[in-house]
């Protein structure tokens, strides 16, 4: 799919969606936003044929996998930006990414994507319905787009943050193989998040230099603005880290409790059944001439003993505090 949105120098905006019409628009200096997503062959050409991109950034476009980066070439300038990608998945906290392609140029911005990307759709709608914001320039369009794309991943950072919450709990009251393997996916989260934001951080870093020729003066304290965001995240995604890695050790920790507890009961009960076990197998000899073998009242001797045993090494155990 293409669209295009065309803003005159009459301030006039037109949506197109057939190439020539693109074309028109781009020789006549307007200020275009294309917008292109999940293309077929045809659509994927204009980057060559109507904006003559250079071959390997549309090579980077096609093939998916690329970091976030920017490379500048003589006439534009190629973004790749990661945002967050449509949850088909039913856990909130897990990390689906899709690469957005941005070319950047002098009267025009393209965005290509093979996925389909949530937040593009109402920041597409508000240049539509408000055109005059194409007034403040490409790179306030540039702005609009990136500022969504980051502030997407601060709910999944929060829902992160209750699962992890939970977890912890977890780890410490009842800690499980369940329960691990969930910090583990939530860690191997994590560790995702913050190999996408660094190199994100560094693209706004490159976009904020004085030598990063399409930001106006103007709109640099926007742009400064994403990049305090973006630098929220990094500290969340960090203390986040730092969180479950804790939490490991923590249901680890307690684990080796829980089996010391167990190893407790289970010791004390063999040391219990060691002198029953003795008397049993004293009274089990068979000897002719046994006092007690005779004795009317012989077996509740026997067992009164062992009770009496078991008393007095509960007591023992609870004097000394073993149990």
């Known amino acids: 799919m293409i669209r295009c949105l065309a803003y005159n120098a009459k301030k006039e905006l037109a949506n ?21 997503e999940q293309p077929n062959e045809e659509e994927i050409n204009i980057l060559r044929d109507v ?16 970091r976030p980066k920017v490379d500048q ?16 998945d039913t856990r909130v906290n897990v990390v689906n990414i899709s690469e957005l392609n941005i070319f950047l140029g002098d009267c025009y911005i393209v965005t290509f994507r093979k996925k389909k990307i949530e937040f593009i759709e109402p920041v597409y709608r508000r240049y539509e319905k408000a055109p005059s914001l194409f007034e403040k320039g490409i790179d306030f369009v540039f702005y609009s787009l990136i500022d969504e794309l980051v502030d997407e991943y601060f709910p999944l950072l929060d829902s992160m943050g209750s ?9 410490f009251k009842d800690p499980n193989p369940k329960t691990q393997n969930e910090l583990f996916r939530l860690k191997n989260n994590i560790f995702r998040l913050r190999k996408i934001l660094s190199p994100q951080r560094e693209v706004l870093n490159i976009i904020l230099r004085h030598d990063f ?58 040391t219990i059944m060691m002198p029953l076990s003795l008397i049993a197998g004293i009274y089990g000899m068979n000897f002719q001439y046994m006092p007690e073998l005779k004795w009317k009242f012989g077996y509740l001797w026997a067992l009164g003993l062992m009770a009496f045993v078991v008393i007095v090494m509960l007591i023992y155990f609870k004097k000394k505090k073993w149990i």
């Open 163 to 171: 699962a992890l919450e939970k977890l912890e709990e977890m780890a």
């Open 73 to 88: 070439y003589k006439d534009f300038y190629f973004i790749i930006m990661h945002a967050l990608g449509k949850h088909e």
């Open 16 to 36: 197109y969606i057939e190439i020539e019409d693109i074309k028109k628009a781009l020789a006549r200096k307007d200020i275009l936003w294309v917008d292109i």
């Open 213 to 270: 020729g399409f930001v106006k003066e103007e709109n640099r304290v926007y742009f400064m603005d994403v990049y305090d965001h973006l630098v929220r995240l990094f500290d969340l995604v960090d203390t986040y880290h730092d969180i479950i890695s804790g939490a490991l050790e923590a249901y680890l920790s307690s684990l080796s409790n829980k089996l010391n507890e167990i190893m407790k009961v289970l010791t004390i009960i063999t």
């Open 51 to 66: 904006f003559n991109f250079h071959p390997l950034a549309i090579e980077d476009c096609i093939n998916s996998k690329q």
